[in-house]
């Protein structure tokens, strides 16, 4: 039974809207929707022109278009000599026949389609095989010119689905959402802000991002630049904003640790280096030791390419910390990487008389509890470690500085966690490679300050990046063979761990064995991949360190990992299908290196 009084759209579960029920509701829990408010807010992917259907014989390829037309024939097929099953469909509304074509399709789902003398809507991209048009995984719907709300001319949206929820669906039940609800979003911006900005009232938005007027501009709702889009994204950037402030306010309020400005802290460990700090180092070292002289909590981010010197901006402030007497946990995503940091940092911290501490899951049970007994008395000032740092047997006496590398790694839960273990609040750095720009890292991160490493060390080599179409792999394998003559090693990085009936694209399995039949056996090949054991990858990994392994064949597992400064040359295939960062990480991988090479 419905509630008896009207609730807020956020308290109202989606069940009661009129034409969902108990049986689709549990459906759109697959999306997320599980209240009202959520079906309102699940808002369209992108939108269909039904201002201008298309006539079957008349499509031209290249472009995006929609036809209503009757089925004619359709059923299964096999397709070229791996005999890839496909799913064909003809459809015509008098002017001439068109295919629609689906390869890994969802049988029963098409089946279902798939009654001659139908009435379909396809929309989609027209393609061209062997001079005739056709669609290629076209959107489809049965055509019911009196229940279908999308049968007048207008602009349609096309909504993120799941199995058993159409599109035609979820627009029925968006416009009776809407009908019952809409009204009850009350707008939340100051109306200044609104008539500033040009925005709208918040129920106007929703309406027009869900059902846009027959006048409103595509190319504008697509791009999500639409008055109703933008009136949306300025109040969720806003919201944010808002939020972030309260959270920098509150923290502005907390009791930290002020930390005495040690300048003997920074000086003997400068001494202990064996290498100056380039002015950027010396930059961000101010801005961080000023932070922790307040008696607030320094939150301070510090991005830098991968190689700029974030490890030893860190070692200072914990040289600082450890001064005053407090402890300080330095914590990596990774065994190796953590490892890594262990090592440069040991012979810093040695030349002090400070000792360090390493902890990860893999280190023995006896040792583990020694560690656990000096940390808890204050016997151990710095430890190094990965998750394990953040187990509930794992206590600190007097914690007083935390630093979490890569944060992007970490949840946020996982970050708190560690923070309170200190009896006191104690500062936070966080280190990232990933380049932000500062007007994203404000808005992202704006709880945090921000300083940058924009200066690289001496002596490192810029990375050269260049790209290698198919017909020239011979010339990419006799540049990675010259590499390998020097003596250098190179990374090999796929974007799939094995071969995919879904996705036409090279996997590092299969290219592990095809590069070991063209390098090996003068240089020895070995696949590195997330599903392996942890403790198969660590072995893997340093091999690869040691230089028993010359190339290693991979997936953006290694974007986050232990630098190899002689791993010169990184093949990255199927560039397009990594991320910016994740790119810009892998990128990091070989930049002590000669050059970078993409295929």
């Known amino acids: 039974m419905p509630p008896a009084v009207a609730a807020s759209p956020e308290e109202t579960l989606v069940q009661y809207v009129k034409g969902v ?46 036809v209503i037309g009757t089925i004619v024939t359709g059923g299964i097929g096999v397709l070229g000599r791996r005999r890839r099953r496909i799913f064909e469909m003809i459809v015509d509304d008098g002017s001439g026949p068109i295919a629609a074509k689906w390869f890994h399709f969802h049988q029963a789902y098409l089946k279902a389609f798939c009654v001659p003398g139908s009435t379909v809507m396809l929309s989609g991209d027209v393609s061209e095989f062997a001079g005739v048009p056709q669609f290629v995984h076209p959107e489809i719907e049965v055509w019911d010119e009196e229940r279908a709300p999308t049968s007048a001319a ?77 009136t949306l994204i300025f109040e969720e950037v806003f919201l944010l904003e808002l939020g972030l402030a309260v959270r920098r306010a509150m923290t502005a309020r907390e009791l930290g640790i002020a930390f005495a400005h040690d300048h003997g802290a920074v000086v003997r460990l400068r001494a202990a280096l064996p290498f100056a700090l380039t002015e950027a180092q010396d930059r961000v070292v101010c801005d961080v030791i000023r932070d922790m002289a307040r008696p607030t909590p320094m939150r301070r981010m510090v991005q830098g390419d991968v190689g700029s010197g974030k490890t030893v901006i860190a070692a200072m402030a914990a040289a600082q910390a450890i001064m005053a007497g407090y402890q300080v946990a330095v914590m ?30 893999g280190v023995r049970s006896a040792d583990r509890r020694t560690m656990l007994r000096q940390l808890a008395q204050g016997e151990l000032p710095l430890v190094v470690g990965t998750h394990a740092l953040l187990e509930a047997d794992v206590h600190f006496r007097q914690l007083g500085l935390v630093v979490v590398d890569e944060q992007h790694r970490f949840g946020v839960e996982q970050r708190l966690a560690l923070r309170h273990k200190g009896t006191e609040c104690p500062d936070m750095l966080i280190l990232t490679a990933t380049p932000i720009p500062r007007t994203l890292a404000m808005t992202a991160y704006g ?21 290698y179409r198919e017909s020239q792999r011979d010339q990419l394998y006799a540049g990675m063979r010259k590499e390998l003559s020097r003596g250098h090693q190179i990374y090999g990085v796929y974007p799939l761990v094995a071969e995919s009936e879904k996705v036409d694209l090279k996997n590092a399995t299969d290219m592990a064995c095809h590069l070991a039949g063209v390098f090996g056996p003068t240089y020895p090949v070995a696949l590195l991949h997330g ?41 990255i295939e199927h560039a397009d299908r990594f991320g910016l960062a994740q790119l810009h990480q892998l990128r990091g991988r070989v930049g002590r290196g000669c050059s970078v090479s993409g295929s």
Do not use: C
């Open 21 to 66: 029920g108990p049986r689709l509701g549990n459906l759109l829990k697959k999306l997320g929707i599980v209240t009202v408010a959520d079906l309102l807010w699940h808002l369209p992917a992108r939108y269909l022109d039904f201002r201008a259907i298309s006539r079957t014989g008349m499509l031209r390829p290249g472009q995006h278009q929609i």
């Open 154 to 230: 207008r602009l349609v949206a096309l909504y993120p689905a799941t199995e058993g929820v159409t599109q035609r669906t979820l627009r029925r039940v968006m416009h009776n959402a809407l009908a019952q609800y809409g009204a009850a979003l009350a707008t939340i911006l100051p109306a200044a802000l609104l008539h500033a900005h040009q925005l709208l009232p918040r129920a106007a938005a929703v309406q027009i991002v869900h059902d846009p007027p027959p006048e409103t501009d595509l190319e504008a709702l697509q791009a999500r630049r639409s008055a109703a889009h933008r």
């Open 332 to 361: 990596a995503p990774t065994e190796i990487l953590a490892e890594q940091h262990f090592a440069t940092m040991t012979p810093w911290f040695s030349a002090l008389g400070i000792p360090l501490g390493f902890l990860s899951g």
């Open 447 to 467: 709880d945090l300050d921000l300083s940058v490493i924009d200066m690289m060390p001496p002596g490192r080599k810029p990375v050269v990046t260049k790209h």
């Open 531 to 571: 599903q392996m054991p942890g403790r198969e990858k660590e072995a893997i990994m340093r091999r690869f360190v040691t230089g028993d392994v010359k190339i290693l064949v991979t997936t953006s597992v290694v974007e986050v990992g232990v630098d190899v400064p002689n791993a010169s040359v990184m093949v």
